[in-house]
């Protein structure tokens, strides 16, 4: 599949839109898939095309082709999180609801965490978890598995080494290119980049 000529897109070209809809649609639908699939799953196609619809109105400010995937990856993204949010915030009764600490306080009613409240919770884990994937994009495949062992499943320094059978030393480097690479996405993930704190210090 051809890359579109970004200069097409910015004239409104049909022929370019349509060729770039097809090399766009794997990187939009799998963001979006990754996000609603566990609670919207009939939402996943819906949240692309509308990911691919805003980025025809946001292509001019884009000076490179290559930032085209990043950025259609990246409103999906924020798409599909805020129709996360409605979702649950509906089923809470659009957030007409006690609040935490008077439920929390009622000795009548023990306080447990309701379904939705824990998805939610667990929102934030998987925005971290796309921007880790976002960011293992621009490494190599040995160093995305590094990088993976380390943030998903919380392996040791020695326990990645062992399981990839390189030195201690390299799980570093490449722990440490992975960390680059999420600094230079924290201009679009700000809030997502605080849970990673302590390792960009």
Not at 137 to 143: C, D, G, I, M, R
Not at 149 to 165: C, N, P, R, T, V
Not at 174 to 198: F, N, Q, S, T
Request: net charge negative; hydrophobic share 45%; aromatic share 6%.
């Amino acid at each position: 599949m051809n890359v579109p000529d970004l200069k097409a897109l910015q004239r409104g070209d049909g022929d370019a839109w349509e060729e770039a809809w097809r090399w766009l649609w794997p990187a939009a639908f799998g963001v979006a898939q990754m996000k609603l699939q566990p609670f919207l799953p009939g939402d996943v196609e819906d949240v692309a095309i509308e990911a691919l619809e805003e980025l025809v109105d946001k292509v001019r400010a884009v000076k490179a082709v290559e930032e085209l995937k990043p950025l259609v990856a990246s409103i999906a993204h924020h798409r599909a999180v805020s129709r996360l949010r409605e979702h649950f915030a509906a089923k809470r009764g659009a957030g007409k609801t006690a609040s935490l600490d008077a439920l929390q306080n009622d000795p009548e009613r023990p306080w447990e965490p309701a379904s939705d409240e824990l998805a939610l919770a667990s929102l934030e884990q998987m925005e971290l978890a796309a921007l880790l994937r976002e960011a293992q994009a621009e490494l190599k495949p040995e160093q995305r598995a590094i990088l993976g062992d380390f943030f998903l499943h919380g392996l040791s320094y020695e326990q990645i080494a062992a399981k990839h059978g390189v030195a201690v030393g390299t799980v570093g480097v490449y722990l440490k290119r992975g960390l680059d690479a999420m600094r230079r996405l924290g201009a679009r993930h700000p809030k997502l980049l605080k849970e990673l704190e302590a390792f960009l210090r």
